[in-house]
DNA sequence: GACTATACGGAATCTGGATTCCGCTTGTCA
DNA sequence: TGACAAGCGGAATCCAGATTCCGTATAGTC
């Protein structure tokens, strides 16, 4: 969550106050919108940092790219637990499932995160996946691993996460039982299915 | 999809006129919900049923109201739908997971719906479920006869059913393999499971 | 301590829709 | 066919929020 100015950067440093100011904007959004997801409003976030809308809005232009800003962050922490699963770990099935487990909890306690996920998996995967996080190639190395040690079905595909990602965000925000969809899904994911996956 | 003065009700029949633009209305606004989801605008369904918003209004109070008839309405099919492959299918599997296809094309052709059942299952699912509709009951006699067959693994649960149509609602919306997605459901609601489902 | 570029606060403004209102039409019924 | 209640059209109104603006305050600099 570098900001111009944080960093050793070109653009002439930020005011000591502006920086200040700016932590506990993020801080701030990051709390309300994982509370009230993105139905928080802009004087939500600037009255929970004690900071007038204005300042808000010097930070971040709209509240789409706040919104942004937050989730970039939080991919990147999933990026990270997926890169650490991929060395740490042993067993392969444990490691791919583990990370697909912290990310549902990512989810449960970030109802923005969850509508965003939700509602434009496709953007914020890539997102996450292109860019320095390597968030995609990370799990689709989690995932080959655990269908050559038999894990996994071999018709799964590294498109599949995003897409059972997508429906636990609705999931998530709606049902008591998101840890059955997970468990079914990752039980979907083990069956020696009757027939192979369409497409 | 029943109005009063439509059917012989007590209340006053409607003017022809009235009657007329009503099924003008109800099919516009099928048509614009199911292609733009609910961003529809009531003006939008105005247009496309030649009519004034104000007739609109008269015949919906609010775009909710609008909303939820048409949501009930499909509601309605699919209960039928679960009804015939209660007495017809044979194959206790064939029935239940075919009423699930049907839901998920449901969700498919009608963008409005799956935004409603991906946000707020629930409601939507108790509608059908308790009123005249048996939708509820029924999906849950499909479950238990495909369970009973030992088609489908025992710890599955009638309110399993909205959670993965829930799930369904989002992928459906922004996943071009959403058959994917239904085919790793459905398999792991035969998945003879390493641990049971929790809860 | 004075000066100025940065920041700040928050009232005022703008917007996209939903919903309301009311003068004008048109069925319906005697 | 005339009277009038039921309906209609669509401009005007409302509203919730996002975003902008500008007078004031303050960190950084000499």
Redo the contacts with the bound molecule.
């Keep these: 969550m570098s900001a111009p100015?944080t960093d050793t950067g070109e653009p002439?440093a930020?005011?000591?106050?502006?920086v200040r100011?700016?932590a506990k904007i993020v801080e701030a959004a990051r709390a309300a919108f994982s509370e009230r997801g993105l139905?928080?409003?802009?004087?939500d976030v600037a009255k929970r940092a004690?900071?007038?809308?204005?300042?808000v809005?010097?930070?971040f232009?709209?509240?789409?790219a706040l919104v942004q800003a937050l989730i970039v962050d939080k991919m990147e922490r999933v990026a990270e637990e997926a890169r650490r699963a991929l060395e740490e770990e042993s067993d392969p099935w444990e490691a791919f499932s583990r990370v697909l487990w912290l990310g549902a909890e990512h989810q449960l306690r970030d109802r923005a995160l969850a509508q965003v996920v939700a509602t434009q998996p496709q953007s914020t995967w890539r997102n996450a996946a292109e860019k320095e996080t390597e968030l995609g190639s990370r799990m689709a190395e989690l995932l080959t691993r655990a269908q050559k040690a038999g894990a996994v079905r071999p018709d799964v595909r590294p498109d599949d996460i995003p897409m059972v990602m997508c429906g636990l965000g609705a999931v998530v925000q709606n049902e008591r039982s998101w840890e059955r969809y997970m468990r079914l899904v990752l039980d979907g994911f083990r069956a020696d299915a009757s027939e192979p996956l369409p497409d």
């Design positions: 100015g002439r930020m005011r000591a106050d502006a100011n700016r139905e928080t409003q802009m004087e004690n900071v007038g809308v204005g300042t809005y010097r930070h232009p709209t509240k789409d």
